[in-house]
């Protein structure tokens, strides 16, 4: 089966650092992936790990360890604007057949 | 550029009735494609995907069943609509090594 765990609600401050973590258990695993989901709206692509280490896009960072079925998103210089729902995702293969299941995601409010 | 639609945006049904909802891409081919359902603030849970014309997976047993008539089209339908089939459907395609891209979603109300 296929078991994706992130907290459920995470607050933070404008123009602090958080960080947002998943732990996985599945049943074949090619890559981590991150998402962004405001409220009503659509997933959009956030980040993307395949090999173990650290991956920067801008403000957003996301790191992977294999051996320890665990990653996380960090997100630097908090804005209002990131306040939203983070999902991790695990990518089972990577053949044309591979599939994305995603964790429980967790919930962002950034405060003033 | 690739696009996808998902329609309608929201759907008020009574219980017992029948659900279709259709996703459409554009701009590629033979993408995987994807139906999750959402309810609310909660987690997206895979319900079908598929990865080419007439090839459905079925990842949990439920009122629901995926068609994929033509390779950029991507259907979801019910025969008997349940209250617990209430969420927020969205529809996603994928193609070789791309992360996902979601359609807008059909928020469901059955009543």
């Known amino acids: 089966g296929q078991s994706l765990e992130q907290p459920s609600e995470v607050t933070a401050v404008e123009g602090a650092i958080v960080q947002i973590n998943c732990t996985y258990q599945?049943?074949?695993?090619?890559?981590l992936s991150w998402y962004q989901q405001h409220d009503g709206g659509a997933p959009t692509f956030l980040s993307y790990?395949?090999?173990?280490g650290l991956e920067e896009t801008g403000r957003f960072s996301s790191f992977l360890s294999r051996s320890d079925s665990y990653g996380y998103l960090l997100l630097q210089e908090l804005q209002m604007k990131d306040s939203a729902s983070y999902f991790c995702?695990?990518?089972?293969?990577?053949?044309?057949?591979?599939?994305?299941?995603f964790g429980t995601g967790t919930r962002l409010q950034v405060t003033l | 550029s690739q696009t996808i639609h998902q329609w309608p945006a929201t759907l008020v049904q009574p219980v017992g009735s029948p659900l279709s909802l259709e996703c459409t891409v554009e701009g590629t081919s033979n993408p995987n494609l994807y139906w999750y359902r959402q309810a609310a603030g909660r987690g997206l849970q895979l319900l079908f995907y598929?990865?080419?014309?007439?090839?459905i997976s079925s990842e949990v047993p439920q009122n629901l069943s995926a068609s994929r008539p033509q390779d950029r089209q991507f259907i979801l339908s019910s025969k008997k609509l349940l209250l617990s089939d209430s969420g927020f459907y969205l529809c996603?395609?994928?193609?070789?090594?791309?992360?996902?891209?979601f359609g807008q979603g059909t928020r469901l109300t059955v009543v």
């Open positions: 995702a695990v990518r089972d293969q990577g053949g044309t057949a591979s599939k994305l299941t």
């Open positions: 996603a395609w994928r193609k070789g090594n791309t992360e996902a891209f």
């Open positions: 598929s990865v080419g014309i007439g090839q």
């Open positions: 790990n395949a090999l173990d």
């Open positions: 599945t049943s074949g695993f090619y890559g």
